[in-house]
Nanobody, 125 residues
C-alpha cells in the first residue's frame, strides 16, 4: 500500500506561484498513475490534473490549463504540481492520489485508490 505525503502549500498573493510536492513511499512509484485534486470549503472535491504511468500523458481541468503543470520524478518517487498565476478561486486543500488500475476516467476521484492527507493553498486577492 503506497503512502502519499503532500507538501509545498501555503499563503500566496494573487498572481504568485507555488510548487506542490507529493512524496510516495512505494518503490514502484513509476507504475502508478498520479493525480491532483482539490477541495474548497463547502464544495466537492474536484479534479485538477493527472499524469499517467505508462506514457506520462497529462490532462488538466479547464480552470487550470495553461497555469498549472504536473510532472513526476520517478527516481525520487515524487509528484509535482507547479502552479503559476494563482487566483483566489484556486484556494483549496490540494490532494495527491494514486492508482495502479487506471481505466481512463482520470477526472473521477473513485478512479484513485490511495490519497494523501492534503496541503492547504490559500491565494489572497
Amino acid at each position: 500500500q503506497v503512502q502519499l505525503v503532500e507538501s509545498g502549500g501555503g499563503l500566496v498573493q494573487a498572481g504568485g506561484s507555488l510548487r506542490l510536492s507529493c512524496a510516495a513511499s512505494e518503490r514502484s512509484f513509476s507504475t502508478y498513475t498520479m493525480g491532483w485534486f482539490r477541495q474548497a470549503p463547502g464544495k466537492e472535491r474536484e479534479f485538477v490534473s493527472v499524469i499517467t504511468s505508462s506514457s506520462g500523458t497529462t490532462y488538466y481541468a479547464d480552470s487550470v490549463k495553461g497555469r498549472f503543470t504536473i510532472s513526476r520524478d520517478n527516481a525520487k518517487n515524487t509528484l509535482y504540481l507547479r502552479m503559476n498565476d494563482l487566483k483566489p478561486e484556486d484556494t483549496a486543500v490540494y490532494y495527491c492520489a494514486a492508482t495502479l488500475w487506471y481505466s481512463g476516467h482520470y477526472y473521477r476521484s473513485d478512479e484513485y485508490r490511495y490519497w494523501g492527507q492534503g496541503t492547504q493553498v490559500t491565494v489572497s486577492s
